[in-house]
Nanobody, 128 residues
Framework: QVQLVESGGGLVQAGGSLRLSCAASGRTFSPSTMGWFRQAPGKEREFVAAINWSLGSTYHADSVKGRFATSRDNAKNTVYLQMNSLKPEDTAVYYC?????????????????????WGQGTQVTVSS
């Protein structure tokens, strides 16, 4: 089994920054892609960013391009989401997710159905 634990959320003023971390553990942890999603109250979970675990290539939603950056540390089994120039509309619970390298998927990296494992989420609140 794989466990994902997010950290780094909190309360920040608009224009500020936060860095989220997602630490993975478990003998079967072997993703092809890790993703970041967020869910605001009353809204569906939406794609934020994804990273190819081996290549390090990243993808970001249009709403966060130029403000958020994704990176990973393979040795630590950790993925990061650096969030800059935060806006009140970024307020949400942020989740990280991982798929499994050896499970073929049709879903793209922005589809929640692609991912097998999810963290518990971390709250990000941006005040105006």
């Amino acid at each position: 089994q794989v466990q994902l634990v997010e950290s780094g959320g909190g309360l920040v003023q608009a224009g500020g920054s936060l860095r989220l971390s997602c630490a993975a553990s478990g003998r079967t942890f072997s993703p092809s892609t890790m993703g970041w999603f967020r869910q605001a109250p009353g809204k569906e979970r939406e794609f934020v960013a994804a990273i190819n675990w081996s290549l390090g290539s990243t993808y970001h939603a249009d709403s966060v391009k130029g403000r958020f950056a994704t990176s990973r540390d393979n040795a630590k089994n950790t993925v990061y989401l650096q969030m800059n120039s935060l806006k009140p509309e970024d307020t949400a619970v942020y989740y990280c997710a991982a798929d499994h390298l050896y499970v073929p998927r049709r879903e793209t990296f922005s589809d929640t159905a692609r991912y097998d494992y999810w963290g518990q989420g971390t709250q990000v609140t941006v005040s105006s």
